[in-house]
Nanobody, 126 residues
Framework: QVQLVESGGGEVQAGGSLRLSCVSS????????VGWFRQAPGKEREGIGM??????????YIHKSVNDRFSISQDVATNTVYLQMDRLAPGDTATYSC?????????????????WGQGAQVTVTS
């Protein structure tokens, strides 16, 4: 059974940083894709980024709307994916969800990911 568990959410002042973690069980990071989505109240869910490690390299992608402030990384040994978020703004307030897809990354769309974590709340105050 696949489980994705997020942690690291919380409340932070604008300009601050947070690092979200996603620990997976029953789902290996090697050769599979892990991503992050977020959803703010009253808004559609949006993709943030994704990462996958293959036999020779690691592929990662961060959406252009946040790629100057957010970064994604992973620790294959601990089956953990991280989302580093810097210079946070109130507009980043949302529930952030870790997602998984069997095999390599494709499009950053909700329909491409089979496994979903329960989400971590991030609140940025002004």
């Amino acid at each position: 059974q696949v489980q994705l568990v997020e942690s690291g959410g919380g409340e932070v002042q604008a300009g601050g940083s947070l690092r979200l973690s996603c620990v997976s069980s029953g789902f290996r990071l090697t050769h599979n894709c892990v991503g992050w989505f977020r959803q703010a109240p009253g808004k559609e869910r949006e993709g943030i980024g994704m990462i996958a490690t293959g036999p020779d390299n690691t592929y990662s992608y961060i959406h252009k709307s946040v790629n100057d402030r957010f970064s994604i990384s992973q620790d294959v040994a601990t089956n953990t994916v991280y989302l580093q978020m810097d210079r946070l703004a109130p507009g980043d307030t949302a529930t952030y969800s870790c997602v998984g897809r069997d095999h390599s990354c494709s499009l950053l769309r909700t329909t491409e990911f089979r496994y979903w974590g329960q989400g971590a709340q991030v609140t940025v105050t002004s």
